[in-house]
């Protein structure tokens, strides 16, 4: 089955060509397209895509806002920002607010699909400026979390975050411990709510104030 993507892009022109690099290729196909974060918002919780690549300077709602909203209501769903520049800020918020990663709008059809691949597998694209910035932020001193936050998680939901937090991808983490993918994503699920967080990047930001274990050995 093909991998439902969704894109949200102000301009026609370019959101026609997005639409038709992802419905040429083998493993994606386009299953909605939007012209407005608020057309977005009221369509995108019933067509359930896997992906949304979402343009950060959109009209009226912004991208990072529309990020916000729309992932409490698809938790499941990756979310991957478009952008012309490099705007550290406003991608930076994009990733605070849940989104996966992101592309810059020059990027080619082969390297489009590559990193919606490795969306796919678990994997953020972003360039080294933003993942320093993301490193930053875990360096900064914030409030140690609610210990009974963290004493919540099971000894497989610690294990799968052990491994979120050293850079595995779903799959690896799948391999790893001997059981399917959709297991994995369902653990991952669960620490989301466990922990109150909406993405990776803050599971592992609150493993970071996690006592110091060392990464758990799988059984067979």
Known sequence: MHI????VEDDAEARELLVGWINRSQEFVCSSDHGSGEDALKSLPKMRPEIVLMDINLPGMNGPECVRQLKPLLPEAQFVMVTIYEDSDHIFQALQAGATGYLLKQTARADLLAA??????GGS???PNIARKV???FQQPQKQPQPT???ELSARENE???LLAHGYLYKEIA???????PTVDSHIRRIYEKLHVRSRSEAIARYMHMPIRPLAESQP
Request: hydrophobic share 50%; no cysteine; proline share 3%.
């Open 4 to 7: 439902r993507v969704s894109v």
């Open 116 to 121: 919606l691949r490795q969306v796919h597998a």
């Open 125 to 127: 694209p972003m360039t």
């Open 135 to 137: 490193v930053r932020t």
């Open 149 to 151: 936050a963290m004493t």
């Open 160 to 162: 799968i975050l052990q």
């Open 175 to 181: 391999d790893k411990l001997n059981i399917k993918l």
